[in-house]
């Protein structure tokens, strides 16, 4: 299996594409604050994800790898709240990507506590 077809590496870059098409119509001044952050923290959670993929050889990896990736998925939430707050997006796009961003984080979770079944080699 390629990284590529984990379920939470699909959903991950898809939030990340959303985020960028949504990003392209903020306010010029949060170029390097707001519009940076988000961006990259939502491209994070994905290439995240796939570091741990090929460091399924070694559990501890793996595991921190994802906690990395869950992290990076909270900040994402957090970054869509500051959006929302300042009245950058709407409430109904607000709601659709911070639940697109909660399924993200329980598809991770799952990863980390069912290692097998991702390669990882548990004792």
Known sequence: MRFQDLLAYKKGF???MQIFEMTKY??????YSLTDQIRRSSRSVTITISE???KREYPKHFHSKL???DSENSETQGWLEYAFACKYIE???FIELTNQSIEIGKL???MILN???F?????
């Open 14 to 16: 898809d939030l990340a």
């Open 26 to 31: 903020f306010p010029k001044e949060e170029m």
């Open 52 to 54: 741990a993929y090929r």
């Open 67 to 69: 906690t990395d990736a």
């Open 91 to 93: 409430e109904d796009k």
């Open 108 to 110: 991770i979770n799952f």
């Open 115 to 117: 290692p097998h079944k």
């Open 119 to 123: 390669g990882v080699k548990t004792q």
